[in-house]
């Protein structure tokens, strides 16, 4: 395996910039904004558009990462760092050939690596016996400090990190929806005020609109507000419409019906209890006057996005007086609880409270600094933050296939295993039903069928003389055993597959029928003896410290899994790529695994690389309670999202698969015009 040199110096440039800002020991970069303006900054995301990369090459790799970032919240610079010691490691042998293991390696060891060897040691940031899909305030607490560690100084980190507590707490976005529009909505759900504190800063109920009243009338208690995004003064002419005024006289008067729908829209509204008029654009000075008159309070000219969010947290439509509805009844209108100005620093807002009619409480947040600069930082690792919590509701979901065939190939791909060295491990089956086991077995026939496919290319392109390897089964030669309760190892069940034949599967529908029927559950062959060892299986669950593990488990991730912060991930994944990666017949496939396991421990050297021996100590504090089974030794508070990280490691690869597979650039001066036959050559 081998990256062009290029590759290798532009990435290990990229990492260069990016090292100084990672983790909580790191630095601030200063960057300079073409009018003048100066940034202290520790993102990685701001760090790499700052820079004037001219490499096509060097800007992919950069546009990955921020995409990366933009996708997960979180994970830039350790994207260049890994990015840049995976590429660093192939040096021997073809790109093409590192290209093509790699996605082997991906589905042969990595999600094995996690399915198999992580899961045991994750926490669920999800309060056991908790009302479903919920984050634990403590783990949130430590979600979020142990993330602005790597973005904020240690002076505010702590003050940002209670605010972004209470803000999700008032907002109830412990829970994916009310989280994913606090993500999703997060500029208009803060404001920024210079010239003050942090201390100053403060999470309000309702909503902040950057906008001043253009008729403001006090009112007191319960009222009710509408939207419009339309000038409520009727027009004489519309797009495509003629209006012919044959004198002044029939001029005034159409003004005058104009003024009269106006005012006769204000009291239909004043009727109907509205004294809130929101408007996402400019109104005629008739509809202010009226409004004034009738004692509604207008606030015009909001956003397009203000106008979203405004309907998104009462749940209502624009409001459209067009025709005879005038008279009808107001349906779309939201409940407000008070409404009135507000100004922080020199600007002005209107603060207005509204009721929710969704799992989102109305909550904003006024972020205070001595500049504007810092509180864009605040602002951006805030919803950043949000961004990565919201990844933590999702899992990594696996085919029951890819599982099944992983299960049968554990002693090593494209090699048979033999049936003595196996060991029987109790497991839950998930689908007794007929209909389930014919699902699942159709599943893993074209999982293992697609699997052997693409090793069969992977492993003649090792064979020069094209001669396929002795051992490899064929597709019509796995079996699944099924034992039942109190059975032993002699008394295992061997059902044919069912990509043999149809009396086959129908064979195979009678004989689970009758395991299912007499217990309700299957136990299936899960392991080698190697990795059965390993799990400590012998000596009980309990004793071991695993939990039980799933024949063909529903994800590789489950929703909620986080781990302790610093470097605990890269390790725990290192340690697990090694010894999967021994199982692996494919000499490519074990090569890119290696490089991935040696790749991954950048990470936290990086992180402890101002200590002496700090990474050579918790290396070997971490992979001694791995081999003896204990619990890790934790010595920093706070936890990360094991998704962010999983998706990290698989848009690295992603990313080097790319890379490789570039054969040539082309650099164009112009822009590119479509080729027509009557184009000639000096066109171009």
């Given amino acids: 395996m081998a990256s062009r040199p290029g590759l290798q110096q532009e990435a290990a440039a990229l990492a260069g910039a990016v090292r100084g800002a990672l983790g909580p020991r790191g630095g601030r970069a200063l960057l300079v904004r073409p009018d003048g303006r100066a940034l202290l900054t520790r993102d990685g995301r701001r760090l790499l558009e700052a820079l004037g990369l001219q490499p096509p090459t060097a800007r992919v790799m950069a546009a990955c990462a921020c995409r990366h970032q933009s996708a997960t919240g979180d994970g830039a610079k350790t994207f260049v760092l890994l990015l840049a010691a995976v590429l660093g490691a192939m040096r021997e042998g ?13 589905r042969r060891v ?23 899909e919920e984050l634990e305030a403590a783990a949130l607490e430590a979600l979020l400090e142990a993330y602005l560690r790597g973005r904020l100084g240690p002076g505010e980190r702590r003050a940002v990190t209670l605010l972004g507590c209470e803000l999700c707490a008032r907002c109830g976005a412990r829970r994916p929806p009310a989280l994913r529009l606090l993500c999703g909505r997060f500029a208009q759900l803060h404001a920024a005020a210079a010239g003050l504190p942090l201390a100053r800063s403060r999470v309000l109920p309702g909503v902040l609109l950057r906008r001043d009243f253009a008729a403001y009338c006090p009112a007191g208690g319960r009222l009710r507000a509408v939207l419009v995004t339309r000038c409520l003064r009727p027009v004489l002419t519309g797009p495509g419409v003629e209006c ?28 109907g209890g509205v004294r809130l008029l929101l408007s996402g654009v400019k109104q005629h000075e008739e509809v202010i006057f009226y409004a004034k008159l009738h004692g509604v309070s207008v606030v015009e000219c909001l956003s397009s996005e203000e106008v979203a969010l405004i309907s998104e947290i009462a749940g209502i439509s624009p409001y459209d007086p067009a025709g005879d509805s005038v008279q009808g009844e107001i349906a779309e209108a939201a409940v407000v609880t008070f409404c009135q100005p ?52 999702r899992a990594v979901d696996q085919e029951c296939g890819a599982e099944g065939e992983s299960q049968n190939g554990a002693s090593g791909v494209g090699s048979g295993y033999s049936p003595a060295t196996e060991t029987q491990v109790v497991t839950e089956s998930i689908a007794c039903g007929s209909s389930q086991v014919s699902e699942h077995q159709l599943g893993a026939c074209r999982g293992e069928t697609a699997a052997q496919s693409s090793d069969l290319a992977l492993q003649e392109s090792e064979r020069p003389d094209g001669t396929p390897p002795a051992s490899a089964p064929g597709p019509h030669s796995k079996e699944l055993s099924v034992c039942t309760d109190g059975a032993d190892s002699a008394g295992t069940h061997k059902l044919p597959a069912l990509c043999e034949c149809p009396d086959g599967m129908n064979e195979s529908h009678r004989r689970q029928q009758a395991v299912c029927s007499h217990r309700n559950y299957c136990t299936a062959v899960a392991s080698t003896a190697t990795l059965c060892e390993h799990l400590g299986v012998g000596k009980g669950p309990e004793k071991a410290g695993y939990g039980v593990t799933q024949s063909c488990p529903s994800s590789i991730l489950e929703a909620g899994s986080v781990l302790p912060v610093g470097g605990y991930f890269e390790i725990l994944l290192h340690y697990y790529i090694q010894h999967y990666a021994k199982q692996v017949q494919q000499s490519a496939v074990t090569a890119i695994s290696n490089v991935v396991a040696d790749a991954l421990l950048s990470i936290p050297k990086a992180l402890y690389g101002t200590e002496r021996n700090g990474f050579t100590k918790f290396y070997l504090e971490t992979t001694e309670a791995l081999r003896k089974n204990q619990p890790l030794p934790v010595n920093e508070k706070g936890l990360e999202s094991v998704y962010c990280k999983y998706q990290l490691v698989t848009s690295v690869l992603h990313c080097v698969t790319e890379l490789l597979n570039i054969d040539l650039i082309i650099g164009v001066k112009r822009p590119l015009q479509k080729i027509e036959d009557k184009d000639s050559d000096d066109d171009f």
Avoid: K
């Avoid at 909550?363 to 205070?368: E, F, G, R, S, Y």
């Fill in 94 to 106: 073809s790109p093409r050939r590192a290209a093509r293991a790699l996605p082997a390696f991906e």
């Fill in 110 to 132: 990595l999600e094995r690596a996690v399915a198999r060897g992580l899961r045991p040691h994750l926490r669920s940031a999800f309060p056991a016996g908790g009302p479903g």
């Fill in 244 to 271: 012919a005024v044959r004198s002044e006289r029939q001029h005034r008067a159409a003004l005058r019906w104009c003024g009269g729908r106006t005012e006769a829209v204000m009291e239909h509204l004043r009727s």
């Fill in 342 to 393: 507000l100004l922080l620093g020199s600007q002005r807002y209107v603060h207005i409270g509204f009721s929710s009619a969704g799992a989102f409480q109305p909550h904003c947040l006024v972020l205070c600094a001595p500049v504007d600069a810092i509180n864009e930082q605040h602002a951006a690792a805030l919803h950043g933050a949000f961004t990565m919590l919201l990844q933590l509701f």
